[in-house]
C-alpha cells in the first residue's frame, strides 16, 4: 500500500500569454478550479497507475473541501484519514503560460499546516508501506512520521517539493530522495554539499546518505542514483501545455510501481513516462494518465532507448 502524507489543495488557473510583471495586471482566460495540492496530486498519481493508496491530510469546513477530495474518492484514494480543520481548505492559485505550459503558482496552505504526524496509525506503518511526503505541511510533522516510519520498516520517499532544506537525520530515514534541479541544490547546499557541481548532485546525495536520489529535469528526463549507478530515463517527446503536477505525477507513479514490486529502473520509467503525459493536459489531477496510458508510453521509451 502507498500511504501519502500531504498537502490537499483547491487549483485556481488561469491561462495567460505571458505572466504579469510586478504590479501589472494582465488579462487571460480559460479560468478553471480543480482538485490539487502536492500531496493529493500524488495520491490520485499513485492510484490511477494502479496501487491501494491511502491519503492523510486535512480540508477545511468550507465549500472548497468537497471538490479538493472529489478525484481522489472517484478513483478510489482511502480518505478516512482525511480530517477536518477550522482553517480553510489550501488554495493554490496557477498562472499557466501559454506556448510553453510552465505553471507559476503561489499557495495559501490553509488546513495543510494543521497536518500532524498522529494522523497516521502505527499499524499503517509496516514493510509493506511505502510512504510518500513532500514540502507542503508542517516539515517538523513529516520528521516525526519519517522517524515512526523508518523504526517500523516502511519504505520512505520524500519530494522536497517546495524546495526547502532537509534535516540529515532525515535524508539518512529516506529510501528515495525525489528532487528536481532547484530543490537539489537547495537540498545538496544544506546537507554540505555546495561544493559540487550540478551534475554530481544525485551521485553526492545518495553516496553520503545511503538513498536513491531520483532527479527530474524536466524535458531531459530523470536521473536515478543508487550511490553506485546512475540510472538515465528520457523524457517522452512531447509539445506541453500544462506542466503543473507533472513532478507530482512522476512522484505518484514512481511510488505506486515500487510498491508493485517493479525494480527501479523500471519505476523511473514509468514515472518519467507519466510525468511526460501528464504536461500534455491541463490540471493537475486531471492530467494524470492511467496505468494502461502508462505502460504503452512506457514501453516507447524502452524502445526508444535501444
Ligand atoms: O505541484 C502542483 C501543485 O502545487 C498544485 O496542484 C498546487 O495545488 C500546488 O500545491
Not at 516539515?139 to 522536497?160: F, K, Q
Request: proline fraction near 6%; glycine fraction near 10%; charged fraction near 20%.
Amino acid at each position: 500500500m502507498v500511504i501519502v502524507f500531504g498537502s490537499i489543495n483547491i487549483d485556481i488557473a488561469v491561462n495567460l500569454a505571458r505572466l504579469p510583471e510586478r504590479g501589472e495586471t494582465v488579462l487571460g482566460h480559460g479560468c478553471v478550479i480543480s482538485p490539487g495540492g502536492k500531496g493529493a496530486n500524488q495520491a490520485h498519481a499513485a492510484r490511477r497507475a494502479g496501487a491501494d493508496v491511502a491519503m492523510v491530510g486535512r480540508g477545511g469546513a468550507d465549500a472548497f473541501a468537497p471538490p479538493a477530495l472529489a478525484r481522489m474518492r472517484s478513483e478510489g484514494v482511502d480518505l478516512s484519514r482525511v480530517e477536518e480543520s477550522s482553517e480553510p481548505t489550501g488554495c493554490a492559485t496557477i498562472w499557466v503560460e501559454e506556448g510553453t505550459g510552465a505553471s507559476t503558482i503561489a499557495v495559501a496552505s490553509g488546513a495543510n499546516t494543521r497536518v500532524t504526524h498522529d494522523q497516521v496509525p502505527d499499524e499503517l506503518l509496516d514493510g509493506d508501506t511505502v510512504l510518500l511526503l513532500q514540502h507542503e505541511v508542517p516539515l517538523e510533522e513529516n520528521r516525526r512520521l519519517v522517524d515512526r516510519a523508518a523504526r517500523r520498516g516502511c519504505r520512505i520517499l520524500l519530494n522536497a517539493a517546495p524546495a526547502f532544506p532537509v534535516p540529515e537525520d532525515v535524508l539518512a530515514a529516506l529510501d528515495v530522495l525525489i528532487v528536481n534541479e532547484i530543490e537539489i541544490v537547495q537540498v545538496a547546499a544544506h546537507a554540505g554539499g555546495g561544493d559540487e557541481p550540478p551534475e554530481r548532485l544525485p551521485e553526492w546525495l545518495a553516496r553520503r546518505f545511503g538513498l536513491i536520489v531520483a532527479a527530474t529535469y524536466g524535458e531531459e528526463g530523470a536521473v536515478c542514483h543508487t550511490g553506485r549507478e546512475a540510472i538515465r530515463t528520457p523524457a517522452l517527446p512531447i509539445r506541453p501545455v500544462d506542466t503543473t503536477g507533472a513532478g507530482d505525477t512522476f512522484c505518484g507513479v514512481l511510488a505506486a510501481t515500487l510498491a508493485a514490486g517493479r525494480d527501479l529502473r523500471e519505476a523511473a520509467r514509468y514515472a518519467a513516462a507519466a510525468g511526460s503525459l501528464a504536461c500534455t493536459r491541463p490540471g493537475a489531477q486531471s492530467s494524470q494518465p492511467a496505468r494502461v496510458e502508462i505502460e504503452a508510453a512506457a514501453a516507447n521509451l524502452s524502445a526508444a532507448a535501444r
